[in-house]
């Protein structure tokens, strides 16, 4: 990450705490929220990468979000959010 993009990310971060605002609203991070093992919900992604039953990729701002299990599906996807219903085994980010 270059400095001016690295400023620019603290600034907003600083922004977010001082005026109490949600970071991911301000910073465009991820949210993941989840139910169990079972369901997953993302919100604030940039897209399906990879899609198969034992993995699904999706790109953030700042890289990926690898989820891995078994009789995964893509239960809902809109522009900004994307519901994953299955066995949940592993949630890993690539940068």
Not at 2 to 28: G, W
Not at 58 to 70: E, K, L, T, Y
Request: net charge negative; proline share 2%.
């Amino acid at each position: 990450m270059s400095q001016d993009r690295e400023f620019i990310e603290e600034l907003k971060n600083k922004f977010a705490e001082l005026f109490e605002m949600p970071k991911d609203t301000v910073l465009d991070a991820p949210r993941i929220s989840m139910v169990g093992n079972m369901e997953l919900t993302l919100e604030n992604h940039r897209g399906i990468i990879e899609y198969t039953e034992d993995q699904v990729r999706i790109r953030i701002n700042s890289g990926q979000v690898v989820i891995s299990g078994a009789e995964l599906i893509i239960a809902d996807l809109t522009k900004q959010t994307v519901n994953i219903k299955g066995q949940i085994i592993d949630i890993s980010f690539k940068f």
